[in-house]
């Protein structure tokens, strides 16, 4: 059987498919080769491959890569690895292969990808919030005019910059292409500026 056919297609919709995969292609090195050739494919933005659940995950962008092309250019590539010989696992006996294998099925973890996805989130916005420190101190006479509001306005700026750095990925990759299918959301996203640019007016 040729392993394009041990690939079984579990989930798809649209820009995300999520396939079952033999266990040769869990191997270190053989899934580090899949998904370097994976991530290569243009309109390929996500690549994820589980390898203690066997499941490999492809996120694309349809109007770039659609589901048919990318499914032909997966193929492709699973038969140029195979030809190469690239996806036989190679006898690993460096010691440190035992902890690069803990590594990843640490990584592999929802709480520990959970907590580090939120970990880079806090590092950018407190970034963001010193810039924003910085900014509001070239201008203390407005703290000592009326500091609860210069306050507000600070903890307003800071919520906005950690809303859209939560969903830039989404709107960068959905929304701008699907403006209508996600009116909904940037209708909330106009009036949240809305709101912002308001309060910000000398009454």
Same mark, same amino acid.
Request: glycine share 4%; hydrophobic share 45%; net charge positive.
């Given at each position: 059987?040729?392993?394009?056919?041990?690939?079984?297609?579990?989930? !798809?919709?649209? @820009?995300? #498919?999520?396939?079952?995969?033999?266990?040769?292609?869990?191997?270190?090195?053989?899934?580090?080769?899949?998904?370097? @050739?994976?991530? %290569?494919?243009? %309109? #390929?933005? !996500? #690549?994820?491959?589980? !390898?203690?659940?066997?499941?490999?995950?492809?996120?694309? +962008?349809?109007? #770039?890569?659609?589901?048919?092309?990318?499914?032909?250019?997966? $193929? =492709?590539?699973?038969?140029?690895?195979?030809?190469? @010989?690239?996806?036989?696992? %190679? /006898?690993?006996?460096?010691?440190?292969? *035992?902890?690069?294998? $803990?590594?990843?099925? /640490?990584?592999?973890?929802?709480?520990?990808? *959970?907590?580090?996805?939120?970990? %880079? =989130?806090?590092?950018?916005?407190?970034?963001?919030?010193?810039?924003?420190? !910085?900014? @509001?101190?070239?201008?203390?006479?407005?703290?000592?005019? +009326?500091?609860?509001?210069?306050?507000?306005?600070?903890? +307003?700026?800071? /919520?906005?910059?950690?809303?859209?750095?939560?969903? *830039?990925?989404?709107?960068?990759? +959905?929304?701008?292409?699907?403006?209508?299918?996600?009116?909904?959301?940037?209708?909330?996203? $106009?009036?949240?500026? $809305? /709101?912002?640019?308001?309060?910000?007016?000398?009454?």
């Amino acid at each position: 059987m040729s392993i394009q056919k041990e690939f079984v297609l579990r989930y !798809r919709e649209d @820009g995300h #498919v999520r396939f079952q995969i033999p266990t040769r292609i869990c191997n270190v090195d053989v899934a580090k080769a899949v998904t370097d @050739g994976i991530s %290569g494919i243009d %309109g #390929v933005y !996500r #690549v994820k491959l589980y !390898r203690s659940q066997q499941k490999l995950s492809i996120r694309f +962008n349809e109007p #770039v890569c659609d589901f048919k092309s990318l499914a032909r250019l997966l $193929f =492709d590539l699973l038969a140029d690895l195979e030809q190469k @010989g690239a996806l036989k696992p %190679g /006898l690993v006996s460096n010691p440190a292969h *035992w902890k690069e294998k $803990f590594k990843a099925k /640490l990584n592999n973890i929802k709480v520990t990808r *959970w907590a580090k996805e939120k970990l %880079g =989130d806090a590092k950018e916005t407190v970034q963001a919030a010193k810039i924003i420190t !910085r900014l @509001g101190m070239k201008t203390p006479k407005a703290f000592i005019k +009326n500091p609860e509001k210069t306050i507000i306005d600070f903890l +307003n700026d800071i /919520l906005v910059l950690f809303l859209i750095r939560l969903h *830039w990925s989404d709107i960068t990759q +959905n929304w701008l292409l699907k403006p209508l299918k996600y009116r909904y959301e940037w209708m909330a996203l $106009f009036y949240m500026f $809305f /709101l912002l640019v308001r309060s910000r007016k000398q009454k």
